[in-house]
């Protein structure tokens, strides 16, 4: 599967399509991220806005994380799932909670993020690159 992606959270109410590929693909550890999925890792494709078309009542909340920077998950307002994540350091892009996306089992996970605070039980994947916390940010590809 290949762009556009097509997506909508469990209720319906908001669907989104991604006309570009993923800048990257991420699973992420942070303490946020495991609230926001029931305990486990969010997995997560950075895509740009530009070309995204997203319908339907999006709830944003935000918090200072540890780099400094406002970070604010997007949630379906009626059902609570979770859609997107932003950060006030990335202009022109967004990230997409992939579980919402209808198909995405080829998007592959290019780095897994705050492994120091996943739980003990949790599964690194050895062939995919690690950072115990928020790994250095890359120049967006243009
Ligand atoms: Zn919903
Ligand atoms: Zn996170």
Same mark, same amino acid.
């Given at each position: 599967m290949s762009a556009p992606y097509h997506g909508a959270c469990n209720c319906g109410a908001v669907t989104l399509t991604i006309a570009s590929e993923p800048l990257w693909v991420r699973q992420c550890w942070c303490r946020q991220c495991q609230k926001a999925a029931a305990g486990n890792a969010t997995c997560n494709g950075l895509f740009r806005t530009e070309g995204m078309t997203v319908s339907g009542d999006v709830t944003w909340r935000g918090y200072e994380a540890a780099s400094g920077n406002t970070v604010e998950q997007g949630f379906c &307002?009626?059902? +609570? #799932?979770p859609v997107f994540a932003r950060n006030s %350091?990335? +202009? +022109?892009a967004q990230v997409v909670r @992939? +579980?919402?996306? !209808? !198909? &995405? &089992? !080829? @998007? %592959?996970?290019?780095a897994i993020i705050? #492994? %120091? !605070?996943?739980?003990?039980w949790a599964y690194f994947d050895p062939q995919v690159k690690q950072w115990p916390g928020q790994p250095p940010v890359a120049k967006p590809a243009t």
């Open positions: &307002a009626a059902c +609570g #799932t %350091s990335r +202009g +022109g @992939l +579980g919402v996306l !209808d !198909d &995405a &089992a !080829d @998007l %592959s996970i290019n705050w #492994t %120091s !605070d996943a739980p003990d």
